[in-house]
């Protein structure tokens, strides 16, 4: 829920709380206030009634039974005027206010006693109760009608209140991964000050490590590839002279291993999702799965492996060089965990608006905490004693991962039936051929 949404449900909770607990005590103090007033009545009337020169069996007319006052006059023990509604036996009452039940009804009684006479004048209860309801509902009727204009203006303050925030938050949803550039627009909010050089702050120290994260790596490899390139020239210069031996071929593993992690980082370093999307153009991902598997067949063939490639051409919207390294990275860790005499198969399939590519081996597979692991960088399934025996920089998944984020695409880890692992790269959106 926004806080817009928030703060006006909070605001109007309270206003109509408020005005419940108003009614209930304009209610209670009405009620108060109207029975003193209708007791003040009572006397009046029952004063008048004492005055009046009536004489004994001088009955007065009678009253409707939907009369709200109810009386009667006696004297010397003798009923001179009455409703008949009213049938009391004075010798059970004393002077002053009483509440009794009369003919089904609740009444308030004022019984009024002198030497001469006794009036007893009556009204019903739910006389009160009307009276108190109707100054109640005409008091705060108007307030109940105005909540609902009230939650519009509420609502509109609020909005108005959460500006600033609004406005923040759709210049940052506007920005792009690598633009560090300080927020630079003028507010009165307190609240919002604090704020926005915080997030400047930030971005500051964001831009140093992502400049040297991005820079580190790439520099360090650029720098290394020429003394690289020289060692191996000397070393081939040594084998054609002195012919291969032991440590001839331990550095020349070494050498190319110091290479592969090198070429890794660079390829790293470049995979950066807004440099690639600018030339992105549709690739057909059979023909570019075809053009790995013929430039790694040569390690498929030395391990006897039997490997397939089923399902539909599709083409999406993509770079060729990020597409090539996605699938040969995949494809040569297949390789690398099928044993000899192993199974590799790939499928492209098509469901909906999504497009598959995906690849299965017969190796040894892979535990839950190793798939959650395997895109960080440097990590290898066994480290140093990899199942395959060859030497890596562990950085292939972790540029995998990278590719895929270029792509905005899923990959799953999973199972598969022949045994090892199933690698599943979904690609949302993409064109059908």
Request: hydrophobic share 45%.
């Amino acid at each position: 829920m926004s806080i817009r949404k928030r703060l006006t449900l909070i605001l109007l909770s309270m206003m109509v709380l408020t005005c419940f607990l108003a009614l209930v005590k304009g209610y209670q103090k009405s009620m108060s206030h109207g029975e003193q007033l209708l007791d003040s009545e009572l006397k009046v009337v029952a004063g008048v009634l004492m005055q009046q020169p009536l004489s004994i069996n001088a009955m007065a007319p009678k009253m409707q039974e939907s009369a709200q006052l109810l009386y009667q006059i006696w004297q010397s023990g003798e009923l001179l005027s009455g409703s008949d509604e009213l049938n009391l036996d004075l010798s059970q009452y004393q002077a002053g206010f009483q509440t009794l039940n009369i003919a089904g009804h609740r009444m308030r009684v004022f019984v009024f006693a002198t030497s001469l006479r006794t009036v007893i004048v009556a009204e019903p209860i739910a006389k009160r109760f009307e009276l108190a309801e109707a100054v109640i509902l005409s008091a705060m009727l108007p307030m109940l009608w105005a909540v609902p204009l009230l939650a519009l203006f509420i609502s509109f303050f609020v909005k108005y209140a959460l500006a600033p925030l609004t406005r923040l938050s759709k210049q940052l949803a506007l920005r792009q991964a690598n633009d560090f550039t300080a927020i630079n627009w003028q507010v009165t909010d307190e609240e919002i000050k604090p704020v926005i050089s915080r997030l400047n702050d930030l971005f500051k120290r964001v831009e140093t490590a992502y400049l040297r994260e991005r820079f580190f790596a790439s520099d360090a490899a650029h720098e290394l590839r020429t003394p690289l390139s020289s060692l191996k020239i000397n070393v081939y210069n040594l084998a054609a002279q002195q012919g291969d031996n032991q440590e001839l071929q331990a550095m020349t593993q070494g050498i190319n291993r110091l290479t592969n992690i090198v070429e890794q980082m660079l390829i790293l370093g470049r995979t950066q999702p807004e440099q690639w999307q600018k030339q992105f153009k549709e690739q057909s991902l059979l023909a570019i799965t075809q053009e790995v598997v013929s430039q790694l067949y040569e390690k498929i063939e030395a391990k006897n492996h039997t490997i397939s490639l089923e399902g539909d051409d599709f083409t999406i919207n993509g770079d060729e060089f990020t597409l090539v390294t996605l699938i040969s990275n995949l494809l040569s860790n297949a390789i690398k965990y099928a044993p000899a005499n192993g199974q590799i198969k790939i499928t492209l399939k098509q469901m909906h608006r999504q497009r598959i590519w995906q690849i299965e081996d017969s190796g040894p597979g892979m535990t839950d905490d190793q798939k959650q692991r395997i895109f960080n960088r440097f990590y290898r399934v066994g480290g140093d004693q990899h199942p395959s025996g060859k030497q890596g920089a562990g950085l292939g998944m972790a540029i995998v991962q990278h590719i895929i984020a270029i792509y905005s695409a899923e990959i799953n880890l999973t199972d598969s039936d022949l045994g090892g692992l199933k690698v599943q790269v979904v690609f949302a959106g993409a064109k059908c051929d």
